[in-house]
């Protein structure tokens, strides 16, 4: 990335938005610090991951991202989830474990009310009073007419090597 990276330095940015998958971002990150550049760094939820901070080692200090969920929530399911996840596949569950997971039980609560009929599980599925304010591994998952999750997100800043979370916006109680 040495011929993008220069011109960026050329232009000294405030900050450089990162947006990649965790071991291409690290290794971006880690570069820009060799670079000489020391300017906040933010990134996607991509960078959630242990992959990450492994690859990116102390140059991952201070980076934020957004994240979709809290992976450090104190929700029972999730626990569950993550524990069972880790057993199984001998890995952290990542944010597309969570979602992934969150997806099928709402496919499996639709053939729960539906049977086993693919119009009506679809109908179910579509039906947006269904699943209004779902609560999944990830937390309450909420959709908006065109069923986009506008649910609350978080961002993720790291300090001494770990993940903090908090939310993008505070919130309403």
Same mark, same amino acid.
């Given at each position: 990335?040495?011929?993008?990276?220069? %011109?960026? +330095?050329?232009? !000294?940015? *405030?900050?450089?938005? $990162?947006?990649? %998958?965790?071991?291409?971002? &690290?290794?971006?990150? %880690?570069?820009?610090? @060799?670079?000489?550049?020391?300017? =906040?760094?933010?990134?996607? *939820?991509?960078?959630?991951?242990?992959?990450?901070?492994?690859?990116?080692?102390? %140059?991952?200090?201070?980076?934020?991202?957004?994240?979709?969920? /809290? =992976?450090?929530?104190?929700?029972? &399911?999730?626990?569950?989830?993550? /524990?069972?996840?880790? +057993?199984?596949?001998?890995?952290?569950?990542?944010?597309?474990? !969570?979602?992934?997971?969150?997806?099928? /039980? #709402?496919?499996?609560?639709?053939?729960?009310?539906?049977?086993?009929?693919?119009? #009506?599980?679809?109908?179910? #599925?579509?039906? #947006?009073?269904?699943?209004?304010?779902?609560?999944?591994?990830?937390?309450?998952?909420?959709? *908006?007419?065109?069923?986009?999750? $506008?649910?609350?997100?978080?961002?993720?800043? $790291? +300090?001494?090597? @770990?993940?903090?979370?908090?939310?993008?916006? =505070?919130?309403?109680?």
């Amino acid at each position: 990335f040495t011929m993008q990276l220069e %011109n960026i +330095k050329k232009t !000294a940015p *405030d900050a450089i938005l $990162v947006w990649g %998958n965790a071991k291409e971002s &690290a290794l971006i990150l %880690n570069q820009i610090r @060799k670079m000489g550049m020391s300017q =906040p760094v933010y990134g996607s *939820d991509r960078m959630v991951s242990p992959e990450f901070l492994e690859i990116a080692g102390k %140059n991952a200090e201070g980076i934020v991202t957004t994240c979709q969920y /809290n =992976p450090t929530a104190d929700i029972p &399911a999730l626990k569950e989830f993550k /524990n069972n996840y880790s +057993k199984r596949f001998g890995l952290e569950a990542d944010v597309f474990a !969570a979602h992934a997971y969150d997806g099928m /039980n #709402l496919i499996i609560e639709s053939i729960r009310k539906a049977g086993l009929n693919r119009v #009506l599980i679809r109908d179910v #599925l579509t039906d #947006l009073k269904t699943f209004q304010n779902y609560e999944g591994v990830t937390g309450k998952i909420v959709f *908006d007419g065109s069923w986009n999750d $506008v649910g609350e997100i978080w961002m993720a800043e $790291v +300090k001494n090597g @770990k993940y903090n979370f908090f939310p993008a916006t =505070p919130m309403k109680e």
